[in-house]
Structure formats: structure tokens, C-alpha cells
């Protein structure tokens, strides 16, 4: 029987040799595996990459966007996703980082899409996405503005390339981060596309120092005690680890209780008490991810 074509597509981003292969199919396969619609799934990379599935559909990063500043923390590479030609613009997309827990069904974030043009974002700072950050945007001539994290991104690419040629416009000007907001990625894409934007709601998916770990062992424990947290919890759609501090793998050799402290003085505390339905669910997750790498990694 022939697969009814895709409505949506999954987007993954990978330069360099941080990440192993088998680490990139094991995200692919869980968000198939958890899909209630098959997407097409696109990697934009820098280089063939051997042992990738065969489904994926490989686009290779415009030249611009391979200057060693841009590979670097600004992650100002990842505007690539935008640029036209890179990724196909017949359907709308989601774009995961690769360490990116996901734990429910991707496609419930297409429906943030209210309109051709929208794109979310999870809300990085106080000022929201919306009326007021786009007043404020507006009203400040572009100097303050809602931002968001870009460890998730569900767009449409047809309506978004003016990201990119806007980017790429202006560093021809300015230079390398010449404008504040070019100082990265997720900063220039809350910046130039603040009319679009809308934030992913925390009942979907949630960054994980922000909703884990506070400097209060306290207010970290009263948290996982309430129920209606506790139920949002347990029906998240994915985690991000934005971030080195707190790296899913390296969880799972934590010893009960232990805590991590972030370069914010945020805590991590590594406990059921702490992170109620998460940690079992993080646990699950990262093992099941070490099982499928060290079968990617057999000969």
C-alpha cells in the first residue's frame, strides 16, 4: 500500500562532530515512533553523513553560514533553516535540537500555526510574545523585544526567508554581529520576525533549567509537589536542554538526591522529590537512547 504523502516535516540541524549519527537517528526514530502523522525529515549538514537513514532527505548549508563565527555560540549557522532553497517550502516544519527529549506527539505543535505566517518559539524572557512585545518592539524602534529559545522552532519555510536575506542584508552592512540583535540566533529571529511570533505553551514543551531548577531547594520541592504542575508534567510533548550543565546522558550516572548548580546559581536536583513524573520519564528516555547508540555504534 503506498504511504500517504507527508503533511508536515521534521527538521534537524548538525554541524561539525559533536554529535555521532546514531544519536541524530535516535531522535528521528522517536519522533516517528511517537508521530501521529510521518513527516518528511530534512538535515541541513555541513557534510555527507554515513549511516544516516535512508528516508532523510540531506540539504547542505549555503556557504555563508559556515564561517567559523557562526559555528560558534551565537549558533547564527542555524539561519540557514530560513534561507531560500535550503528546505522545502511546500509544507510546514518543526525544528528539533538534537538533544532535545521528546516524549509525545510532534505534530500537536503544527498547531500553534493559526495563520501562513506564524512561527513559535518557547518564551525566553519576561515580556511576552504578542501585543506587548510587539508594541514594545515597535515603539523602541526595534531595541526591546519578547525573545525566545530556539531549541524548538515550528514555522513555515515559504513565510520565513526573510529571516535569512534580512540577516545576511545586514551583516554585509554591519558585519559580524554588528546590530545587537545578530549576536545570535534565536535573538535575531525574535527580533526580525516579532510580528509572527507566538510562544509554544509550557503545557507542550518546556526548557529544562528554566521549569527545573531554581536556587531554592525549597521552592524546587514545593513546585513538584503541586498537582496541576505535576499533571503538565506528565503530558509535556518534549524537554530541552539548552546549555552544558545539564546534558540528558550524563543524567542517568547521577546518584539519587545529587545536585548540579548551573553558571545562573540555578540547582538541579536529581530526585522523584524534586522532579516528580520528569525524572521517570528522563530516565526512561536516556536509557532507551544509550541502548539505540550502542547499537548504532556495532559494526
Known amino acids: 500500500m503506498q504511504q500517504d504523502a507527508p503533511r508536515w516535516q521534521l527538521v ?22 511517537r508521530a501521529s502523522s510521518p513527516p518528511r525529515v530534512v538535515l541541513i549538514s555541513d557534510r555527507d553523513r554515513p549511516g544516516l537513514l535512508p528516508q532523510v532527505l540531506l540539504r547542505r548549508f549555503p556557504e555563508f553560514y559556515l564561517s567559523p563565527p557562526m559555528l560558534a555560540g551565537g ?7 530560513f534561507a531560500p532553497g535550503v528546505l522545502p517550502d511546500d509544507l510546514p516544519a518543526v525544528y528539533l535540537d538534537i538533544d532535545t527529549l521528546v516524549l509525545g506527539d510532534v ?39 519578547a525573545r525566545g529559545n530556539s531549541s524548538i522552532v515550528v514555522f513555515h ?7 535569512a536575506t534580512s540577516y545576511e542584508r545586514l551583516h554585509a552592512a ?9 549576536i545570535a540566533d534565536e535573538r535575531f529571529i525574535s527580533w526580525s520576525a516579532q510580528a ?30 503541586l498537582p496541576w504542575l505535576r499533571r ?23 546518584p539519587e538526591g545529587a545536585e548540579i548548580a548551573d553558571r545562573k546559581g540555578r540547582r538541579l536536583i536529581w530526585s522523584d522529590r524534586a522532579l516528580g513524573p520528569v525524572r521517570a520519564r528522563i530516565i526512561a528516555y536516556y536509557t532507551d537512547l544509550n541502548a539505540r547508540l550502542r547499537q548504532g555504534e556495532q559494526p
Not at 511570533?197 to 531547594?217: D, S
Request: hydrophobic share 45%; net charge positive.
Open 174 to 182: 554591519h558585519g559580524y554581529n554588528g546590530l545587537r540583535p545578530m
Open 196 to 225: 509572527q511570533l507566538r510562544a509554544i505553551p509550557k503545557r507542550l514543551a518546556v526548557k529544562f533549567p528554566t521549569e527545573f531548577m531554581w536556587p531554592w531547594r525549597w521552592l524546587i520541592h514545593l513546585r513538584a509537589r
Open 107 to 145: 505534530t500537536r505543535f503544527l498547531d500553534l500555526l493559526d495563520r501562513p505566517d506564524r512561527m513559535a518559539m518557547l518564551q525566553s524572557v519576561v515580556l511576552p510574545f504578542g501585543p506587548l512585545g510587539r508594541a514594545l518592539h515597535r515603539l523602541s524602534g526595534g531595541r526591546h523585544y
Open 75 to 81: 549558533c547564527q549557522a542555524k539561519l540557514a533553516m
Open 232 to 254: 503538565r508534567w506528565a503530558g509535556l510533548v518534549a524537554i530541552t536542554l539548552p546549555g552544558d550543565e545539564v546534558k540528558g546522558p550524563e543524567l542517568l550516572t547521577l
Open 12 to 33: 534537524v540541524i548538525l554541524w561539525g562532530t559533536k554529535y555521532p549519527v546514531a544519536e541524530l537517528n535516535a531522535l528521528i526514530e522517536t519522533v516517528l515512533a
Open 157 to 163: 519555510p515559504a513565510h520565513c526567508h526573510h529571516i
